[in-house]
């Protein structure tokens, strides 16, 4: 069960569990690459891979009353908030089996039950509505944290600001975490920003703001930990910058001219789950038929997901209007 | 039956919903200690307090978002920005998540905000203050339009609005709010239907919003003309009542629509679509319609007033159809 603990104990169970959930949104991410050049996943398709522990490491700080608000590059959160693989990847082959039913997809995964609040395309788009989530909880005296995740591109977005600056100026208990991987789209964190170190532009909305490596699991975790517990105490929002890489693509339009191969085998050497694993054999903590049994667990996890969402079957066009408004109104 | 004002309309549906149900507040740029730009909500952060009366940043997009998941977290905000030309600031909080999040999810979450602005021109505010923005509203699918042109419907159309499940906009013509009339309070209306605030034989004039008042004061000058003009308020601009446009068109068989939206890509162009779809052989004569010019709202107040639609405008136009 998870607990509300500022500390993160690091014990056999908590590495392979840590460990599970990377591995486990590695390669259903590989999958969805693996499908959508066969043409069953289509539209566009962002990967997580590479920034895994951000996700992982977060959750892990969360309760099940807290709301989470996530970005067109979610697949790896809903995962690990326990949205089943199934649903997910029904909802990426069009599927009323999917979480969304099918009207979503890739980018906007919802699920109502573990109150995930999307999957938003829109950069910077779901930073108000978190803002406005946490607002609810305030004013109605519920001790909840909204976890808003968002690249280091909304930086540039006036709806940042405006987040920002609201969830300070009124005290809500919004955990906005920044995942850092260095590229918006194309375009690299200096060429686009003119104070590149993220977490100082929050820490000038009087918010509380730390960085920390995104690529150590147990860092963002232990990080995480203590946001969300001075979130919990204080009621005011927390800023969380995962400093990170993305291993892939952009999305599966992206040449990846902007960036050299090199660097990306620089970040790939120090990729999350490398090196969760490497310090967790030598330490002790796991052992090889551990991450072996891991692997079959996820491997059949991500047979399901896929045998499930080839069963599923689509919405009737009949429903097509379905849902664009209440159906009865009182 | 009570006189009051337009604004008092606005203010005392607000008060009566906050007084009657804890998860309504109000939020919005000088709501609180200035009392509302228009003054709609003076008095109002006295007797609720400033949590309920919340004065925002200038953040349009920030806190209509956050209206949108306040909405979501189960409270019923009522979200006021000061105008529509400033909606635009807050047009993808509105239009990408408000609008789309209950099919997007698969009727998972639905969005319960009610977000009210000011609209229209003829104050000589020049062309970034005088936008009528409900027609262009009125495209997206998932949203409510609300265009109340009567004192009644100030003061009755927020309380069903705040039932709605769904996402409302709900646009005060400013140049209402001294509008004085006596109605029944509390005043209970539907967000649903059209209503003909004038009955006639000859030709139909079709309008909403700020344009209702020279519409009437038209018909009134063709009456002395001895000429019957129907007059239809639409109230909602999405959805629209089709069935009462078809109606009034199939008594007249002749038909004048008036918009303070510019022509291009207009509601009166819906309307003509719509009319002509299905209700072209009831008609005796081609459709016109009185718009806002093609222009920049422009401040000198006659140019302002050449790009208006105007009630010799209306006059002329409902003459040319009947071929007088
Ligand atoms: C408002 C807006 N502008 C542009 C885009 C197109 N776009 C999609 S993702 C993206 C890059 C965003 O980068 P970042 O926020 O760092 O997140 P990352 O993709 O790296 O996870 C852009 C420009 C968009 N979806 N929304």
Redesign the interface.
């Known amino acids: 069960m998870t607990q509300a603990s500022p500390k993160v104990w690091l014990d056999r169970q908590h590495c392979r569990e840590l460990l599970h959930q990377m591995i486990r949104i590695r390669r259903f991410e590989e999958k969805c690459a693996e499908l959508y050049t066969q043409e069953k996943i289509r539209g566009f398709l962002h990967l997580y891979i590479g920034e895994e522990a951000v996700a992982v490491g977060v959750m892990q700080a969360l309760l099940p009353e807290d709301a989470i608000v996530a970005t067109y590059r979610e697949h790896g959160h809903a995962l690990v908030r326990g949205v089943p693989a199934g649903s997910i990847m029904a909802e990426m082959y069009g599927k009323q089996e999917g979480c969304s039913r099918g009207r979503g997809g890739s980018m906007h995964l919802f699920d109502a039950a573990r109150r995930f609040y999307g999957g938003n395309a829109i950069v910077g788009g779901g930073m108000p509505v978190a803002t406005g989530l946490a607002l609810a909880d305030a004013m109605m005296a519920r001790k909840q944290v909204t976890a808003c995740f968002f690249g280091e591109g909304a930086a540039a977005e006036g709806e940042f600001h405006e987040s920002m600056n609201l969830a300070a100026l009124w005290r809500l208990p919004v955990l906005f975490v920044c995942e850092n991987n260095l590229y918006a789209m194309g375009t690299a964190l200096e060429l686009s920003e003119s104070q590149t170190d993220i977490s100082a532009k929050a820490a000038a909305y009087n918010m509380q703001a730390e960085a920390v490596d995104g690529m150590n699991v147990v860092e963002v975790e232990a990080a995480a930990r203590r946001a969300v517990a001075a979130i919990r105490e204080t009621g005011a929002p927390y800023f969380l910058e995962c400093r990170t890489y993305r291993f892939r693509a952009h999305s599966m339009y992206d040449p990846q001219l902007y960036r050299d191969k090199a660097e990306v085998e620089r970040w790939t050497g120090r990729g999350p789950i490398k090196r969760f694993t490497e310090w967790a054999l030598e330490a002790g903590e796991i052992r090889q038929a551990d991450i072996d049994e891991i692997e079959k667990l996820v491997a059949e996890e991500v047979a399901g997901a896929v045998a499930f969402a080839e069963a599923g079957t689509f919405e009737p066009v009949a429903d097509l209007a379905r849902d664009v408004g209440a159906e009865r109104r009182p | 039956m009570t006189v009051m004002s337009y604004r008092d309309a606005v203010r005392g549906a607000i008060r009566e919903a906050m007084q009657s149900d804890p998860r309504v507040?109000l939020m919005g740029e000088d709501v609180g200690h200035y009392g509302g730009c228009y003054a709609v909500s003076k008095g109002l952060l006295e007797e609720f307090g400033p949590?309920r009366i919340r004065d925002?940043?200038l953040?349009e997009?920030?806190?209509?978002?956050?209206?949108?998941?306040?909405?979501?977290?189960?409270?019923r905000?009522i979200v006021e920005i000061m105008t529509c030309n400033f909606s635009l600031?807050a047009l993808?909080?509105i239009m990408?998540?408000a609008a789309t999040?209950?099919?997007?999810?698969?009727?998972?979450?639905?969005v319960p905000v009610v977000i009210r602005m000011a609209t229209g021109g003829g104050r000589q505010l020049g062309a970034q203050h005088s936008h009528s923005l409900e027609g262009w509203y009125a495209h997206i699918?998932?949203i409510?339009v609300l265009a109340p042109g009567t004192v009644a419907d100030a003061g009755g159309m927020l309380a069903p609005a705040l039932?709605?499940?769904?996402p409302v906009l709900i646009f005060e013509n400013a140049l209402l709010y001294n509008d004085t009339a006596d109605v029944d309070w509390p005043a209970s209306v539907d967000i649903d239907h059209a209503a003909v605030r004038r009955e006639g034989t000859d030709i139909s004039l079709i309008t909403y919003g700020g344009s209702l008042g020279k519409t009437l004061a038209a018909a009134d000058q063709l009456a002395a003309e001895g000429i019957s003009a129907e007059v239809l308020d639409l109230r909602v601009l999405r959805p629209l009542d089709e069935d009462a446009i078809l109606a009034t068109v199939a008594r007249t068989r002749r038909c004048v629509i008036v918009d303070e939206g510019w022509q291009s890509g207009s509601i009166s162009a819906e309307i003509m679509a719509r009319i002509i779809e299905k209700g072209f052989w009831y008609l005796d004569a081609p459709l016109a319609r009185v718009c806002s010019k093609e222009v920049p709202i422009p401040y000198a107040h006659h140019l302002e007033e050449a790009a208006l639609p105007s009630i010799t405008g209306i006059v002329e136009a409902c003459r040319a159809v009947l071929g007088r």
């Open positions: 507040f949590e925002t940043p953040s997009s920030g806190f209509t978002g956050a209206g949108i998941g306040a909405a979501m977290g189960g409270l905000p600031l993808d909080q990408n998540n999040i209950r099919h997007m999810s698969g009727g998972q979450f639905n699918p998932g409510r039932d709605d499940p769904d």
